[in-house]
């Protein structure tokens, strides 16, 4: 999790990226001109989102993610590294917070249909709270 701020705005939410997903990838709806080189930026939040589910597909179905522990283990493990620079996530408190917006276990496999919950949920836990809507994750789900 990264919350680098401008005028109070969480990076997140100014670069309508709204799970923080660094760069790496040609992404459909990506704004031509970057302003950070670190992360990925969208022309819109649906944009963003659907960038998101793509991922969260692959780990489904390419790393076998598919309970929220999984899942978040993986896209914040508890430290690593990334362009040299060293970095430390919470990954225990991520799990705690979106499985208690959502109602879920640890253990439990998210159902096709919450991914929009899902990433709202973890929008907020990126530094959102409460930017993005539901609307706009179902809209980036629809896109992909």
């Known amino acids: 999790m990264l919350v680098k701020k401008q005028n109070n705005t969480p990076m997140n ?14 992404w459909e709806g990506e704004r031509e001109h970057a302003i950070d080189k670190g992360y990925e930026e969208f022309l819109t939040p649906a ?3 659907r960038a998101a589910y793509k991922l969260l597909m692959t780990y489904k179905n390419k790393y076998n993610a ?27 408190n991520y799990i705690k917070y979106v499985g ?3 109602g879920i276990a ?22 959102a709270k409460g930017a993005f809507n539901l609307h706009q994750a179902r809209e980036g789900v629809a896109l992909a």
Request: hydrophobic fraction near 30%; charged fraction near 15%; glycine fraction near 8%.
């Open 66 to 92: 598919y309970t929220l522990e999984t899942i978040l283990n993986r896209w914040a493990p508890a430290s690593g590294e990334h362009n040299g620079q060293t970095y430390v996530n919470h990954t225990q």
């Open 13 to 26: 939410v100014r670069y309508n990226n709204p799970l923080n997903i660094r760069t790496g990838n040609d």
């Open 106 to 127: 640890p253990n439990d496999a998210i159902p096709e249909h919450l991914y929009p919950e899902l990433m709202l949920a973890m929008s907020d836990f990126e530094g």
């Open 100 to 102: 208690q917006r959502l």
């Open 47 to 49: 944009f963003g989102f």
